[in-house]
Every structure is written in structure tokens, then in C-alpha cells.
């Protein structure tokens, strides 16, 4: 899915044609969950993927999801859809909750995506630490 976008992008210029605002583009929503977010300490360090986290690229962490997936996180609120969405990158695979030194803290409720701290700004949830959102993916059919 990500190669035939990427081949898009590379052929693009070459039709002298535009792509959608990202608002327009059809998503699919795939899982819904809480989200939380990571930084302090893995600013600087090398993401699962082989990139450098610096908290301020729109990246994700996920489980399964294949390194380089485009997906919009949505936040969800009491009535439905809150945010209009936040475009990131799958570079890392989490979310694993908390190490502190050599100690792990599992998660009390488990989460489906952990966001930088770009995202999570992005979506008005740094302050607090988790959100639910809807996890959605570029819909190319």
C-alpha cells in the first residue's frame, strides 16, 4: 500500500496533476483506542524503523503495522469525532508503557498507538498523557 502511494508521489510531477488536501483523501478506520505519547529520554535514540526519534516529526509507534504506513489518528470525545485528524508515520513499535531504569510499569488499559510528542500536541493531549482516538489508514481501493 505505502509503495503504490510513494510511486504516486514519484510520478506525480511528471502529469502536471496535484494530490487532494489530506482532509480529502479516504481513510479507513481500522482500530480505536487509547493513545499515549513518548519522549524525554528517547529523544535522540534510534527508532525500531533505523530513523532518530526527536519528538517533533509526526510519528507513531504501533505493534503490527508495517514501518512507513501512513495513518490519520483521530481523537474521539464523548459525542464522536473530536480533532480533524493528525497525518503520521509508522517509525517504531510500541506502545510498551513505562521503564523506569531497568524496572517495566505495564499499562493499567491497553493502548493501541504511542505518538510523538508533535502528535500529541497536535491532537490537545500532551498535558495529559492519553487519548482515545480512531486509528485510520489511507484507503486506496
Not at 481500522?30 to 526519534?53: D, F, K, N, P
Not at 493499567?108 to 498507538?113: D, E, G, L, S
Not at 495529559?128 to 481501493?141: F, H, K, N, P
Request: glycine share 12%.
Amino acid at each position: 500500500m505505502v509503495r503504490w502511494l510513494v510511486l504516486l508521489l514519484m510520478l506525480l510531477p511528471h502529469t502536471g496533476g496535484t494530490l487532494p488536501p489530506i482532509e480529502e483523501l479516504k481513510w479507513k478506520e481500522i482500530e480505536h483506542g487509547l493513545a499515549s505519547w513518548y519522549g524525554g529520554h528517547y529523544i535522540g535514540r534510534r527508532t525500531a524503523s533505523g530513523s532518530v526519534y526527536t519528538g517533533r516529526d509526526s510519528t507513531v509507534a504501533h505493534r503490527q503495522l508495517p514501518f512507513g504506513t501512513l495513518i490519520r489518528l483521530v481523537r474521539r470525545g464523548v459525542g464522536g469525532r473530536y480533532s480533524t485528524g493528525v497525518v503520521a508515520i509508522v517509525t517504531d513499535r510500541g506502545p510498551y508503557c513505562e521503564y523506569v531504569g531497568s524496572y517495566f510499569y505495564s499499562c493499567r488499559q491497553r493502548r493501541i498507538v504511542d505518538v510523538s510528542e508533535r502528535v500529541a500536541e497536535e491532537l490537545g493531549f500532551k498535558k495529559r498523557g492519553v487519548a482515545y482516538v480512531s486509528l485510520e489508514i489511507l484507503d486506496l481501493d
